[in-house]
């Protein structure tokens, strides 16, 4: 069967965007309470937004690149010229032997029927190493009209991110008590952030506070000294709660958080968005204050990959040297008959536009159905933590009640997890027995030395050489030229002949190559 040219896809999806805007606006016409978007178009018709090889079909392999000092990461064609004989591998993080690293062990953290845990932004001291966690749990309150659940902030904190204390803070009383670790009632931090200019606000926070606590339910400014005692003005709500899945949106989801981004200099809002049929999905928004912000874009949607069940639940993302990366929530029904959520990596190269390479493969695994975590993924809502040479990851994981309903009846059990991935280790270009060849786009930059993350297997070898912009070896850089490297190492400097290991720079631009044998190439970049 013949297939289109390249350039004929993406005028195809956007055709159907066509198609699928005039209908809407018929139905405007007909009803304007009826749906806007026809929902066997859906899928197919949004897909194309967060699609790099539709969206931007263009060959951009001669195209010069400036880059920086920071880590080049190979998960994405984006500084790739050509490659033969190699294979991208997607690299799961790997869960901690001792998980749950946290469980619900407190009697305000099991009201619900089950232990629960939920942590939300974690930070870690750079003078002391302590881990500091704001977290939440689901209260069960029974008043005169009815039972109402609730989510308010915790704190606890550890010397090594594993074992945890729950300090008596004596901020907030709860149940005619101030022995507890109660820091905010009646909300969950939903962004964290540090300004060490002024000290009485050193923490400001955005706080989903509930309707019992405010007129209108949303999204409330928090201010802190030391992230323990917190003033907040509950008379201006920034931003509204989601009222109902009626279109146009009335305000923003329950799974909605905002980080502070500092390549953008702006805050970041990732928000939930609900289509018709209540289909789940992403936007985002930005503001230079925390007060006003933009007018939301789409971001991340389900589509044919996905299943037809599929929604997105949330993207927890962050800077990550050169680009952005995202924890991508997807949210599933079909396979068990209740709600189950994983966890995939997203990717960005300018923070604004997403997309999902990684053939929809779990990043965080769900765990085995008789473990503690089968059902339900949600990252802390924040950047990961470096320690040493490994990022960390905290999540909460969770089995849904329905698993254990018929032996013993019992709500959500949440409890606290932990990840880890070696430094830029989320894919690797891989080459074989026969050597593989990658070659970038020609390169600006600053730096004068090559080094790379990578494993090379024993009897392997990565070897790099300099080419100029027309692609011809630049003489002393050839790959005869390279000293083969070995080993494994997340920090190798590329050196050849001669001991020369400063990258020269030809008409200002170059290309690199690399040549792998039986290894994995990771990262990397100039300095």
């Known amino acids: ?42 899928p197919k018709g949004y897909g194309i937004l967060s699609s790099d090889h539709l969206m931007f079909p263009m060959d951009m392999s001669d195209w010069p690149v400036e880059i920086d000092s920071k880590r080049q990461l190979l998960v994405d064609d984006y500084l790739v010229a050509s490659r033969g004989g190699l294979v991208r591998e997607w690299h799961e993080a790997v869960k901690h032997p001792g998980n749950p690293v946290m469980v619900g062990d407190l009697p305000w953290e099991n009201n619900d029927g089950g232990n629960q845990i939920i942590p939300l932004e974690l930070r870690r001291d750079p003078e002391t190493g302590v881990f500091r966690m704001w977290y939440s749990v689901r209260l069960r309150y029974t008043e005169p009209g ?19 204390r729950k300090p008596n803070l004596g901020v907030l009383e709860y149940e005619g008590s101030t022995e507890n670790n109660f820091v905010i009632h009646g909300g969950r931090i939903v962004g964290l952030f540090e300004n060490a ?20 339910e949303g999204y409330y400014l928090y201010t802190s000294p030391d992230g323990l005692h917190w003033t907040g003005d509950r008379t201006r709500c920034l931003i509204p709660s989601l009222q109902s899945y009626t279109m146009p949106q009335n305000g923003i989801g329950d799974t909605t958080i905002f980080r502070y981004d500092p390549v953008l200099g702006q805050y970041v809002c990732d928000a939930k968005f609900v289509l018709p049929g209540k289909m789940r999905c992403r936007g985002q928004c930005e503001s230079d204050d925390l007060i006003h912000w933009t007018r939301p874009h789409f971001t991340l949607y389900p589509d044919e990959h996905d299943g037809p069940d599929a929604q997105v639940y949330g993207n927890i993302s962050f800077v990550y040297e050169s680009m952005w990366l995202g924890l991508c929530r997807v949210m599933h029904t079909d396979r068990t008959g209740w709600k189950q959520v994983e966890v995939q990596l997203s990717v960005s190269r300018d923070g604004r536009h997403w997309s999902r390479p990684a053939d929809r493969r779990q990043f965080i695994a769900l765990g085995e159905p008789e473990s503690w975590e089968p059902d339900y993924t949600d990252p802390a809502h924040c950047a990961p933590i ?7 990851f905290f999540y909460r994981g969770s089995r849904h009640p329905e698993r254990d309903k018929k032996e013993h009846p019992k709500g959500y059990e949440m409890a ?24 970038t786009r020609s390169l600006t930059f600053s730096g004068q030395a090559l080094f790379v993350n990578a494993q090379v297997a024993q009897g392997g070898g990565i070897k790099a050489a300099v080419l100029d912009v027309k692609g011809e070896p630049v003489d002393g850089y050839g790959f005869e030229d390279s000293v083969p490297l070995e080993g494994d190492t997340t920090a190798a400097r590329m050196v050849w002949s001669g001991g020369r ?3 020269p720079q030809v008409d200002s631009h170059v290309r690199l190559a690399f040549e792998l044998t039986n290894a994995k190439l990771y990262a990397f970049w100039i300095e």
């Open 146 to 164: 009815g039972v109402s659940v609730r989510f308010p902030t915790l704190y606890a904190e550890s010397d090594d991110g594993v074992a945890w």
């Open 386 to 392: 470096l320690v040493g040479d490994e990022w960390w």
């Open 416 to 439: 606290m997890g932990l990840a880890t991935v070696v430094r830029d280790r989320f894919a690797s270009l891989n080459g074989g027995d026969e050597p593989g060849v990658l070659i």
């Open 501 to 503: 290991s400063t990258v």
């Open 197 to 216: 200019a002024d000290p009485d606000k050193r923490y400001t926070a955005l706080v989903l506070l509930e309707p019992e606590y405010v007129e209108r």
């Open 1 to 42: 069967m013949d297939h289109p040219p390249p350039h004929v896809i993406p005028l195809l999806g956007l055709v159907v965007l066509f198609l699928l805007a005039w209908q809407s606006a018929r139905a405007e016409d007909t009803n304007p309470s009826n749906d806007y978007i026809d929902r066997s178009l859906y």
